[in-house]
């Protein structure tokens, strides 16, 4: 029988509670080495309670679901720079893999990429989902058989994402990112979302469809899901 939970919070607080409660008894029953982390502002909170936590992240893995294409991990707007501000430089991980913004061969660097996830199967991964359901950054449309990939952010990311660059900086319109299938391949998923931003999302999620429209439903044929939200 799949496990598909959804626990209803009312603070952004009280899910980085349930969130870390998931990560102390997997980590006490050595069943998580390795870690699915995601970006945006959904996941601070997180991060912020697993540091204040006591937890003991050094003999775990981390892999990230995305990078923009073109941006360094020393450009803050890079998601190698959000992980590296709000979680790696405070608490220790064995290991921490994001895709390389600035590869040159794009192709060589999502195989690469791929490979080093399926030599380090996921043990949780956890997910935001953006406002048109997209998780990572894969867009309406994207092949449910998807793997590590380079996708073309559509206006809707796009217009999202502006918000987080300087008026006269060029905001990237590709990014790698881990496929539809990387993702379905870890054994836990934990997705987070709150506002009436994601009522969409997880509506959908909720609802009778899977469709490669609203990718977020894919999650409905995964044999492990926590939806942490605040949308009643
Ligand atoms: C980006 C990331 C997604 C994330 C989404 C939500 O699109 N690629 O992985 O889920 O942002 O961001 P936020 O948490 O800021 O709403």
């Not at 799949?2 to 069943?31: G, M």
């Not at 294409?69 to 707007?77: C, F």
Request: glycine share 6%; aromatic share 10%; with cysteine.
């Amino acid at each position: 029988m799949p496990f598909f939970e959804i626990i209803h919070v009312d603070s952004q607080q009280q899910a980085a509670s349930h969130a870390i409660d998931r990560l102390t008894n997997d980590l006490n029953a050595n069943s998580l080495n390795r870690l699915g982390l995601a970006t945006g502002s959904t996941m601070i909170p997180i991060y912020k309670s697993i540091i204040e936590s006591s937890l003991d992240f050094s003999k775990v893995t981390a892999f990230n679901l995305d990078e923009y294409v073109g941006l360094a991990p020393t450009n803050k707007n890079s998601y190698a720079f959000f992980m590296k501000e709000h979680l790696f430089s405070k608490k220790q991980f064995k290991n921490t893999y994001i895709q390389n913004g600035l590869a040159e061969d794009l192709e060589l660097e999502c195989i690469r990429y791929e490979n080093k996830l399926n030599e380090h199967p996921l043990d949780i991964q956890f997910l935001g989902v953006g406002e048109n359901g997209h998780i990572a950054f894969n867009e309406p449309g994207t092949s449910f058989d998807s793997v590590t990939h380079v996708a073309n952010l559509t206006d809707s990311t796009l217009g999202v994402n502006s918000q987080y660059f300087d008026k006269n900086e060029n905001i990237p319109t590709r990014a790698f990112t881990m496929g539809i299938s990387s993702i379905m391949n870890a054994k836990k998923i934990i997705l987070l979302a709150f506002g009436e931003k994601k009522r969409v999302a997880i509506e959908a999620l909720l609802g009778d469809e899977i469709t490669e429209q609203f990718p977020i439903t894919v999650l409905k044929r995964h044999p492990h899901v926590t939806v942490i939200t605040d949308i009643k």
